[in-house]
């Protein structure tokens, strides 16, 4: 049944704009300013979802960030769907679609709510000793698990809304426009500091905004009147942006704070349409104020979680903001004075407060006699022990509470309702502040964490900061900012303030019941459905750990992170452990604060735009052929070329053996070049490289192995002298970026003296190879002029040539065995270079070929790829390259870690060739090789690193790393496989030309 | 997110920047004189205290340069900034 519960007019709803929206299939109505929650309640709809492990019925709790029941599945039907939002921040619009989350089948009925029943069989750590031991059960659990316990579902298509970054910096951040906030941020702002203020809600001024007790005054005006008026004012002033509907999710070092500005949310479908639906906001401030306010504290009783049970600040912004009544019947339960104010203003807009109880003996605010004289009755030293009602609270019992607090006595006296405000006092909201690094220390009289020792150029003010009281608010805050933004005055500074003060208060963090707390169920984390029961429990067990606690019973740790229930969780532990809250330490508040969606998180940077990517000169002409891409760092490099109807194998053997027969092309643009000139250029390749350089005559190339100081392999490529003082350094493709940092760093750090200049050229140049026997004749067609004779053009050797008026380098290096070229053209001229070759190759049949040819051809001769062959655990030595450290050399990088006992050790594992028994089978690479098989445990030896078909040789080769692999040549070993044991025999490294007789042929 | 005041370029986001472990391992002159464990010494010890730490960083995505920093770790705190080559300050 249905109901109208809208008391009042408020001027924050706007009753001519109706707003039709679908709850759980059902349609209905509420008005533009509602949130989801408040226009369900208005409907007279608590129950809203099941909980986590119990699936008991859970209603609407809070009236924002920190509800822990009112979770749900916005969209339900479409792929976009969002899981896990709060019924408290949704504003509704046209066409809202929600429906609850963990009910399976119907939020009415629902099958997990056996667990219920099945409670005793689920205490903390249920899943960690059921559902681990034994272990094949899980697959049975899951089903069940997965089915009626999800946290809703989530989008199974790409997000189709615009997400956007935005860095600011400011002078002055203020994070919560609540009263203290807002004083703050205009003070600042008039004292020409560039301003900013956020807030999550949708409207500024926080709870004061909706307060309605007349002994709160400011300036002789009710406190909320007053701050009306000087929200109106604060367009005109300069130097103050204000967002509102953002929340500050990170605080991290420097004042670098993170916040989601919700855009359009709140809007319906039409309006939405293509506009940036959030945008995180990078936030740099100069100082900041934290003004984040206080959240109200629960009651921890038996069965403290039924839906109807809520805040007692929920209620009162419910009726004083949304106009809307919570119950027709209502009971306040307390342990302070302000469940007074709530109730007061229900019973001054009509509606009906049967009781208030309360666990102090008595009060003497002024406002106990408001209470009195409108009626209503106050049960002083009483505490509910017990609530009924499935789906909505019925009826609690109350019993008059022992002096110090732990148990009860006397009759139990039983009243109905059908809503239950609870009021535990105020945790500050100290979340961002303690992610900033600032510490806290514990009021053992207030028991509330307050701030101690903060970040620097940082405050807190108003209730986040410890002052609860308005004249202690506004007194501290005029001390605070005038120290803090140095100012000699605020503009509020002797206003007049008269307000009503806290007098008694007592704190008991677990109320007793008549029953033993075996029996009874006084939730401490609704989301997650632990009790004190579970905690106790696990404190039995001991843990004594707080963090170990709060992962064994799960406190703490769902969507809303405790942000009700884990004050009350350390009570209880302190308590039971019989320590002081203050030793106990407090759990860490991680960030986000509240959950962020991932499209906020990435922003633009989606699809194309998710990393930067590098393309060659030569890439439209790849594309034209039909090449297939392979990512090699960013870099998209050509990987094969397939022709119509071929399979990636049979374009590679096609491509290995055109580059051994005729001709082959390879665009080697992409290896990373680096110009060093300097009159110690030499010097400095003699200390960077294994192998000397000063003997390097100008016109020259050479290969250079780079190692780490630790004596293990880093890069390798081919350096020429291009004249005294000028060298070209070739690195690896992937190590490029990091090779330069390298040699930067030591020429800055280790030998500023030596006179070397580094500059990055990997994308000056276009590198078209041309490998193959014929290719001299390609070179030949091209460039007509030059002697190409091993006389003039040895092996190994550079000229600098004009190909159409371009200036173009040439080296005669080979990375496949063949005779090859590399003609390296200024970049814009790459494909012009490139079409030449192919144009003049055309009668040779040349055969453009990827990076899969280039790495089975280099593997035929067992050339090494680092980071492929070598993994940072290789010397020179374990590769079987003696021949490319010198001996002469005094020093060079890593050169003293070779004489290290662990590396000159015999049995390391060493590069070594594979041949399979069978010459069809192509080993994997990355298998595991040993020598025994019937051997447990098997001792691994080694695995594969590179293994291909190779079509010259019309066998499979492979290249590995095997322990003691240098005395191994012939020996027989095995790779065992899922279905097969291969045979393997070890060889050597070199399959193909051992004598290097093609590189002149 | 440190803001790092480079002392070539100024005030930069940490992003900005590149760490490069402890400072003031300076790399033996003649490393082949000495022993295995003197050399394990340079090679891999590095020490990581609670408190005020002396630190090599490299303004990567800008001038490129190394410099030194005197970072509290407890507090991420960053006390001091100086060049290379320059002595570290005493207090
Ligand atoms: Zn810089």
Redesign the pocket.
């Known amino acids: 049944m249905t109901q109208n519960l809208r008391v009042k007019s408020s001027e924050f709803i706007d009753e001519t704009n109706r707003i039709s929206f679908k709850f759980d299939g059902k349609t209905y109505y509420g008005f533009k300013g509602d949130t989801l929650a408040s226009a369900l309640i208005a409907n007279n709809i608590h129950l809203v979802g099941r909980s986590f492990k119990y699936h008991r019925p859970r209603g609407i709790m809070t009236s924002g960030s920190e509800e822990p029941n009112a979770i749900v599945q916005v969209n339900p039907n479409s792929n976009i769907t969002e899981p896990n939002a709060r019924a408290t921040e949704i504003e509704i619009y046209e066409g809202l679609e929600a429906s609850s989350q963990n009910c399976w089948p119907s939020v009415n009925f629902d099958i997990g709510g056996i667990n219920n029943f099945l409670a005793p069989l689920f205490p903390a750590g249920f899943y960690y000793k059921t559902f681990m031991w034994p272990k094949s059960f899980w697959e049975k659990y899951e089903f069940f698990i997965r089915h009626s316990a999800g946290l809703g579902k989530s989008p199974n298509k790409r997000d189709p809304d615009i997400y956007d970054h935005r860095n600011i910096h400011c002078d002055v951040l203020v994070v919560g426009a609540g009263i203290s906030g807002i004083l703050a941020a205009r003070n600042a702002a008039k004292n020409n500091f560039k301003t900013l203020l956020l807030d999550e809600k949708n409207e500024l001024g926080g709870s004061t905004i909706f307060e309605a007790n007349e002994d709160n005054k400011i300036n002789n005006n009710l406190a909320s009147e007053w701050l009306k008026k000087e929200i109106n004012e604060l367009e005109n002033i300069k130097n103050l942006e204000i967002k509102t509907r953002t929340s500050v999710a990170a605080y991290h070092q420097y004042n670098y704070l993170l916040a989601r500005e919700n855009l359009t949310d709140h809007l319906n479908k039409k309006d939405k349409k293509n506009k940036i639906r959030q945008r995180l906001l990078k936030i740099r401030a100069k100082k900041v104020i934290l003004a984040t306010g206080a959240l109200e504290r629960p009651l921890i009783f038996n069965n403290n979680d039924r839906p109807g049970i809520m805040l007692s600040s929920a209620i009162k912004k419910y009726s004083n903001f949304y106009g809307v009544a919570c119950g027709t019947k209502n009971i306040f339960f307390t342990n302070n004075d302000s469940a007074y104010e709530s109730a007061l203003s229900l019973h001054n807009k009509g509606i009906k407060v049967e009781a208030i109880i309360d666990i102090r003996e008595n009060s003497d605010a002024k406002i106990i006699k408001k209470i009195t004289d409108a009626g209503i009755k106050i049960y002083w030293s009483h505490t509910i022990v017990d609530t009924r009602g499935y789906k909505r609270i019925r009826s609690i019992s109350i019993m008059r509470l022992s002096n110090d607090g732990t148990s009860v006595t006397g009759s139990k006296i039983s009243i109905s309702c059908n809503c239950l405000g609870i009021a535990g006092g105020w945790t500050p909201a100290v979340h961002l502040y303690t992610q900033s690094g600032s510490k806290l220390t514990f009021d053992e009289e207030r028991k509330i964490f307050i701030p101690k020792t903060d970040a620097k150029e940082q405050i807190s003010v108003g209730s986040c900061g410890g002052d609860f009281e308005l004249d202690e608010i506004i007194t501290n805050l005029n001390y605070k900012l005038k120290n803090f933004l140095n100012i000699d005055k605020t503009d509020f500074e002797g206003i007049a303030l008269e307000n009503d003060h806290e007098t008694s208060k007592r704190n008991i963090w677990l109320l007793p019941s008549d029953q033993t707390i075996g029996k009874t169920k006084p939730f401490v984390d609704y989301q997650n459905d632990a009790t004190a029961k579970d905690i106790k429990l696990a404190l039995r067990e001991g843990f004594r750990s707080i963090e170990h606690v709060k992962r064994y019973t799960t406190t703490g740790m769902g969507t809303d992170q405790g942000k009700l229930g884990n004050m009350h969780a350390l009570g209880i532990i302190a308590d039971t452990a019989g320590i002081k809250m203050g030793e106990l330490g407090t759990t860490t508040f991680r960030p986000p604060y509240t959950p962020l969606t991932f499209g906020t998180i990435v922003g633009r940077n989606v699809g194309e735009f998710f990393d930067t990517f590098r393309r060659t000169p030569m890439n439209d002409w790849h594309i034209k052929n039909k090449a297939e891409f392979e990512n090699v760092g960013q870099w998209k490099r050509s990987w094969y070329y397939p022709k119509e109807g071929e399979t990636m194998h049979q374009a590679v053997q096609r491509e290995s053996k055109a580059a051994r027969q005729s001709a082959g092309i390879l665009d080697a643009s992409t290896l990373g070049k680096i110009d060093i000139q300097g009159s110690d250029a030499s010097e400095f390749l003699n200390r960077v490289y294994t192998n000397a350089w000063s003997k390097l005559a100008i016109g020259k190339c050479r290969y250079g192995l780079m190692l780490n100081e630790d004596g293990m392999v880093y890069d390798d490529g081919v350096t020429t002298r291009l004249g005294e003082n000028h060298y070209i350094m070739t690195t690896t493709t992937g190590g490029a970026a990091n090779v330069l940092g390298k040699l930067e760093d030591y020429l800055q750090t280790e030998w500023p003296e030596l006179d070397v200049y580094l500059t990055s050229v990997t994308d000056h140049f276009a590198t078209a190879s041309l490998c193959g026997p014929n290719s001299k004749k390609i070179l030949n067609k091209i460039i007509p002029d030059l002697d190409l004779s091993d006389d003039n053009f040895p092996h190994m050797s550079f000229k600098e040539v004009l190909i159409d008026k371009i200036n173009c380098r040439i080296m005669r290096i080979s990375f496949t065995g063949e005779l090859s070229y590399e003609i390296n053209a200024p970049a814009s001229y790459g494909e012009a270079i490139w079409q030449k070759c192919i144009e003049a190759g055309k009668e040779f049949n040349i055969t453009p070929y990827g990076t899969e040819t280039m790495h089975l051809l280099r593997a035929e001769k067992g050339f090494i790829i680092v980071g492929q062959d070598t993994d940072g655990t290789m010397t020179p030595i374990d590769l079987q390259m003696d021949w490319i450290v010198s001996k002469k050399k005094y020093d060079f990088i890593g050169k003293r870690s070779l004489y290290r006992s662990d590396t000159m050790k015999e049995n390391r594992k060493q590069l070594v060739g594979l041949l399979t028994e069978d010459p069809n089978i192509v080993l994997e690479e990355g298998a595991q090789i040993v020598s025994e098989l019937n051997q447990k445990p098997v001792e691994m030896l080694g695995h594969v690193t590179s293994s291909y078909f190779s079509p010259n040789l019309n066998k499979s080769i492979a290249l590995a790393v095997v322990k003691d692999g240098k005395n191994m040549k012939g020996k027989k070993l095995f790779i065992p496989m899922e279905n097969k044991n291969i045979s393997v025999t070890v060889s050597n490294t070199v399959f193909y030309d051992e004598k290097n007789e093609r590189l002149n042929a | 997110m440190f803001l790092i005041n480079?002392?070539?370029?100024?005030e930069?986001d940490q992003q900005?920047f590149k760490a490069g472990g402890e400072a003031h391992i300076e790399r033996p002159k003649q490393p082949t004189e000495l022993s295995d464990d003197e050399w394990a010494e340079y090679l891999f010890m590095r020490k990581n205290i609670k408190g005020v730490q002396f630190e090599r960083w490299n303004?990567a995505h800008?001038?490129?340069?190394w410099f030194n920093m005197a970072r509290d770790t407890s507090n991420d705190e960053i006390k001091a900034i100086y060049k290379m080559g320059e002595k570290p300050p005493t207090q």
Do not use: Q, V
């Open positions: 480079c002392p070539y370029c100024g930069r900005e303004h800008g001038c490129r340069k």
